[in-house]
């Protein structure tokens, strides 16, 4: 039995071992530090990777953070193991969905965590995610994202399952105009994020 | 399904580009006195420090009763308890650890707290430390002006609470606080200084530059002290009164205009106790009469500079003559308490009557005895046009100053202490840096649109008053017997007061 861990300390992750795959600047490594975890951020790009360890200097409580230039299967080379694997709008930018999970899948311990989010492959998501936010909004640069490699959730399950990986819980992600506030929600039809445990074996 | 709320997420890569901001203070300035300005003794630990300067989550600077509030609140709540604070104040009041004699006669500063004031301090544990000294709950208040024409009642029953507020010395509330928090286990270091400069270092990282960027500290915010202490800090909270130095170091304006009053302030002896406050609109402005127990009573006396020059300087003789002329004749006959007559439009608002609605109007108590001096404030209207800035908050005076018509002020202040502690809790709670720009700016959407009804609606009232005009003052008569005998609007104000309902109308 793990021990319980307290959701509302300071501090949940204290002792736990987190990789960021695909981290960009650290805008999710560096609150999961703050946490407690002792997080490793890795990045296919490497001017990434020089930002988000510049960044990550300035504040004692990430600079502990270990930036790496690399990807997931290289990682899995080196045999590489954490209690939670997280992959945040990457898996709509790989080549092939199925073995990056697999790689993640490698990565985790087992009875390991395992968050992926990433974009809906619905009529919903062209018209929200690429037209308004590439086109209209400019929220994001043009052919960021390409519709045909967006995943619906059920796909990513299967994959996820093929890979050992049980998926316990999913959400979705829905911006209010009128506040500007992300939240969320139980409609994953168009930014959504899936929660699973590496099968014990 | 309870969700909580995320922030976007963008796959873009954002660059941490940034310049180098330096602001300084003149080493000449005097700051005087403003009342945040107060010393505490320093307990010397060493905390985390990068090349010997040590680093703190929190730096308050002012350790009034605003910013001891906040630094209480931190300590009392699980999330922030961890945090490292330094708080900052030259005053030696605070310094000197004697106690406050029960014999004394009350310092004639002091505060009206409300009921949502008095929860927030119990959340913390700090109300305890409160009661151990002098402490006086009214609940009933009533308030009439100089013509004679009408007065309105209020009563705690009303909205069926038991107190309508407390009046507290403000060195009372303020030692409280600190005690409370001395007896939790918070990090805390007290430095008995004034803050000279603040420096808020962005490294460059595209130029790739120099030593600042690889120091952990790098972007932190660096304060500079006078008596030659540096501290770094990812938050500094400007809790440092009316002439805030941290405001003007940040570069934040403020809008407002100084009121042609000053404000007269003693403590009181009467003839007998009671629970009521009191509160008389006179031509010149309106004074108040406090209760603080003992047959003690605090008296704020609002007039144009020239009087209150005149009433401070007059001897103790004349001066009990002139209070109690204010409070009582010599300026317009007794309201009366007629009701109106037979129903009518009003009636069936009147189904729901508070019980205050059929108490007389009542005499105030003959004032006795002088038992303080006299001291005279200016007052002025101040609004920050921002409360935040990078790695800056203001809370408290610093952020608004009120017309103490209504007894508002020092509540506003604590609201934003607990406003800001519960953000900051938030922040913690998902690992954000705690100086970050977007996390303050929830404690200013939330503070600013409760701050600035109130604002307007005290500036209204004084405004109002200021005017000696026939049909305005058969129109306010008018106003104080609605709102006397308009239950759902005496209560929605009773509310409003009484800090249980954040906004006049729409809550």
């Avoid at chain 1, 790496?68 to 709008?89: G, I, M, N, P, Y």
């Avoid at chain 1, 999970?101 to 995610?129: D, E, F, P, Q, W």
Wanted: net charge neutral; aromatic share 8%; glycine share 8%.
């Amino acid at each position: 039995m793990s021990p319980f861990r307290d959701p509302y300390s300071a501090k949940p992750f204290e002792g736990l071992k987190f990789v960021d795959v695909g981290c960009g600047g650290g805008i999710l490594s560096e609150p999961l530090a703050r946490m407690g975890a002792t997080v490793t951020g890795i990045d296919a790009v490497e001017k990434n990777i020089n930002i988000a360890q510049l960044h990550a200097d300035l504040d004692p409580g990430t600079s502990s953070i270990e930036y790496l230039c690399t990807t997931a299967e290289k990682l899995v080379e080196e045999q590489r193991k954490f209690d939670a694997v997280l992959a945040l709008e990457v898996i709509e930018h790989v080549a092939e969905p199925a073995e990056f999970c697999k790689s993640l899948s490698a990565l985790t311990v087992s009875g390991g965590a395992n968050v992926i989010s990433t974009i809906n492959r619905s009529m919903r998501a062209y018209a929200t995610a690429i037209v308004v936010a590439e086109y209209l909004l400019h929220w994001l640069p043009k052919g960021t994202h390409e519709w045909s490699s967006f995943l619906t959730p059920e796909e990513l399950v299967l994959i996820l399952q093929r890979a050992s990986i049980s998926v316990q819980e999913m959400a979705g992600f829905v911006y209010n105009p009128l506040t500007g506030k992300w939240s969320l929600s139980d409609d994953i039809s168009v930014n959504f994020i899936a929660y699973g445990t590496k099968n014990t074996e | 399904m309870n969700r909580a709320i995320v922030r976007r997420i963008t796959p873009s890569i954002r660059t941490w580009r940034s310049t180098l901001k330096t602001f300084c203070s003149d080493t000449s300035e005097k700051l005087h006195g403003s009342h945040g300005d107060k010393a505490v003794t320093v307990k010397s630990s060493s905390l985390d420090s990068t090349d010997n300067v040590p680093q703190y989550d929190v730096a308050i600077v002012g350790g009034g009763m605003v910013g001891m509030a906040l630094a209480c609140s931190l300590a009392s709540m699980p999330l922030t308890k961890h945090l490292n604070v330094a708080i900052i104040d030259s005053n030696p009041a605070l310094l000197a650890r004697d106690s406050i004699k029960k014999e004394d006669a009350p310092d004639p500063r002091v505060s009206t707290v409300t009921p949502a004031t008095i929860s927030f301090f119990k959340g913390m544990g700090a109300w305890q430390y409160v009661q151990l000294h002098r402490h006086a709950f009214f609940d009933r208040m009533q308030v009439w002006d100089y013509t004679g024409l009408a007065y309105t009642r209020y009563s705690a029953r009303d909205v069926g609470k038991a107190v309508l507020g407390c009046v507290v010395e403000n060195k009372v509330l303020q030692r409280s606080l600190l005690s409370c928090m001395e007896d939790s286990d918070v990090k805390k270091k007290i430095y008995p200084s004034r803050l000279n400069s603040m420096t808020l270092h962005k490294s460059s990282l595209i130029s790739g530059t120099d030593s600042i960027s690889s120091k952990p500290s790098g972007s932190l915010a660096k304060l500079n002290l006078s008596n030659g202490d540096c501290l770094y800090a990812k938050l500094v909270v400007g809790a440092d009164g009316s002439k805030s130095h941290v405001r003007n170091l940040a570069g934040i304006s403020t809008t407002g205009w100084k009121y042609p009053q000053n404000a007269i302030i003693c403590t009181v002896e009467h003839t007998e106790d009671s629970r009521c406050a009191w509160q008389r609109f006179l031509r010149t402005g309106p004074i108040a009469l406090l209760p603080m127990g003992d047959n003690y009573s605090n008296i704020v006396w609002t007039m144009d500079p020239q009087q209150a020059a005149d009433r401070r300087s007059m001897n103790e003789t004349d001066f009990l003559k002139a209070v109690n002329d204010a409070l009582d004749d010599g300026h317009g006959p007794h309201p009366q308490s007629e009701r109106m007559g037979g129903g009518g439009i009003l009636a069936w608002l009147r189904s729901d009557e508070t019980s205050s609605a059929s108490e007389p109007f009542e005499v105030p108590p003959r004032i006795t005895k002088l038992a303080s001096d006299r001291m005279v404030f200016p007052l002025s209207l101040m609004h920050a046009n921002n409360y935040v800035s990078k790695r800056v908050v203001l809370i408290g005076d610093a952020a608004h100053t009120v017309h103490p018509l209504a007894g508002q002020g020092v509540n506003l202040g604590f609201g934003d202490a607990n406003s800001l502690s519960k953000v900051i809790a938030e922040g913690v709670a998902v690992g954000s840096d705690i100086g970050e720009m977007t996390l303050l700016k929830r404690y200013e959407s939330e503070r600013k649109a409760a701050n600035i009804a109130m604002m307007a609606i005290l500036d209204g009232f004084q405004k109002a008053y200021s005017i000696d005009f026939g049909p305005l003052n058969v129109l306010r008569a008018a106003a104080f017997h609605g709102v006397n005998y308009i239950s759902p609007l005496k209560k929605n104000i009773i509310s409003y007061a009484s800090g249980e309902q954040r906004l006049p109308i729409f809550t």
